[in-house]
């Protein structure tokens, strides 16, 4: 298939997409917080409704908060989530709506008029959490480094050891780091274009 359509050079077409795959084993080699903020300061600028902002990260680096996440994970996640040099947990803030006045200055009144009853923002936060979920993936992959995303987990266990407040949503636990030996499943298949796309 010809990549000469997109603006993107073709490394970076394969850093990003067609060479990036979840990996399953890491090198011990650390990441910085350097690069994790890099990582946010670029996908924080992915759309949303409303600009809402919903994804909490919580980065776990200390030997106590890896053994309180592991605990947590599928017996399949727990190794190579013990093993990875950063695992971060993303959630989604279910009372993103406070931040709306803010974030959406033009049109502040979306906080009430939309946002007020909590099925509603949760089913908004779940969705438009999981958008900025993906951008996170895809700016691991634009730091040169490898992600490792998981839902095998228990998700209310997880919400009470790490946020315990009723009002955050696990959306994804996702190891991080250098890939290491190993790291790759083979490719799964993708549906063509033809099977996914009608014109109307």
């Not at 490792?148 to 315990?164: C, R």
């Not at 993708?190 to 109307?200: A, I, N, W």
Request: hydrophobic content about 45%.
């Amino acid at each position: 298939m010809t990549t000469d359509a997109l603006v993107l050079d073709a490394a970076a077409q394969d850093l990003l997409f067609r060479e990036a795959r979840t990996a399953n084993t890491f090198t011990d080699e650390p990441v910085s917080e350097e690069q994790i903020q890099a990582i946010y300061h670029l996908v924080k600028f992915g759309p949303t409704a409303f600009n809402q902002q919903p994804l909490r990260v919580v980065l776990v680096r200390s030997v106590e908060g890896r053994e309180r996440l592991v605990q947590h994970m599928a017996d399949g996640n727990k190794a190579k989530t013990a093993a990875a040099p950063l695992v971060a947990i993303l959630a989604a803030d279910n009372e993103f709506h406070e931040e709306l006045p803010t974030q959406l200055p033009h049109f502040p009144q979306a906080k009430d008029m939309f946002f007020s009853e909590r099925s509603v923002r949760e089913q908004s936060a779940t969705l438009n959490g999981a958008l900025q979920a993906a951008y996170f993936i895809i700016g691991v992959r634009a730091a040169g480094l490898a992600a490792g995303p998981m839902t095998g987990y228990d998700a209310d266990g997880l919400n009470k050891e790490f946020f315990g407040d009723g009002e955050h949503s696990v959306l994804a636990v996702v190891n991080i780091g250098k890939p290491g030996e190993d790291a790759w499943f083979p490719r799964s298949p993708r549906l063509e274009y033809d099977e996914v796309v009608t014109t109307v």
